[in-house]
């Protein structure tokens, strides 16, 4: 169990809705780390937060978005959802001081857009 | 990157023998790389790391060797076990850029037999 909790663990919805995926970092971890995993393009990075400030953003598209709360727990929303999104998304954490580039993955959330 | 999922380059290695998983990088300026195993159904779980001032650096059971001349990058898995039967995965941060995003390779699959 890495500490890295994900919710929830099965999505299936439709093409043109909205999802939100819910992530709660590893206790005192300030960082958090949004990646999809397909069978396609396997694991890309969408983007990270640092202490509720977005840090590093990767090819994450302009239907998605992702937010970290003071308490530090984060949430990516998917909107407008095509097939194509359908894919495991996993959030990752790391050290309170922001340099620290070993993640802890969650469990992911497996998302299925029919 | 290679795709994953059905069309993952696959390692057989029988119980009790040593394992060697290979990754070439892209990155020729990446500072920091890691190691991760996928269980099915888990997210990626760390194993090993080394910084680009290393060529080598040995855990349990396992050794990651750094060639930055070719940019590779293996892992050596001693004595293996049907418990280290999943996919692994390299990932090299892309160094000195905001945030600590990796970036993965595609992921070989091992399959330890009896």
């Known amino acids: 169990d890495s500490g890295v909790t994900q919710t929830p663990k099965h999505l299936i919805t439709a093409t043109g809705q909205r999802v939100t995926l819910r992530c709660s970092p590893r206790s005192g971890d300030l960082s958090v780390y949004w990646y999809q995993q397909s069978l396609d393009q396997g694991l890309q990075f969408l983007i990270q937060y640092y202490n509720g400030e977005e840090r590093a953003k990767g090819n994450i598209l302009e239907r998605f978005s992702a937010q970290q709360f003071p308490d530090l727990h984060s949430e990516l929303n998917l909107s407008s959802l095509e097939l194509g999104d359908s894919a495991l998304y996993f959030c990752?954490?790391?050290?309170?001081?922001?340099?620290?580039?070993?993640?802890?993955f969650g469990p992911g959330t497996r998302l299925t857009v029919t | 990157g290679e795709s994953v999922g059905l069309h993952l380059p696959t390692l057989s290695v029988q119980e009790g023998d040593n394992s060697i998983i290979n990754c070439a990088y892209s990155?020729?300026?990446?500072?920091?790389f890691i190691w991760y195993k996928q269980e099915s159904g888990k997210g990626p779980q760390f194993i090993i790391d080394i910084r680009s001032n290393m060529d080598k650096r040995q855990g349990q059971r396992v050794t990651v060797l750094l060639n930055k001349t070719v940019k590779h990058l293996s892992l050596q898995i001693a004595a293996t076990q049907p418990g280290d039967s999943a996919v692994y995965f390299c990932?090299?941060?892309?160094?000195?850029?905001?945030?600590?995003?990796?970036?993965f390779g595609g992921g070989t699959r091992v399959l330890v037999k009896p």
């Open positions: 990752a954490s790391s050290g309170a001081g922001g340099i620290s580039y070993e993640q802890y």
């Open positions: 990932a090299e941060n892309p160094a000195k850029a905001a945030g600590n995003k990796l970036t």
């Open positions: 990155n020729s300026a990446s500072d920091y």
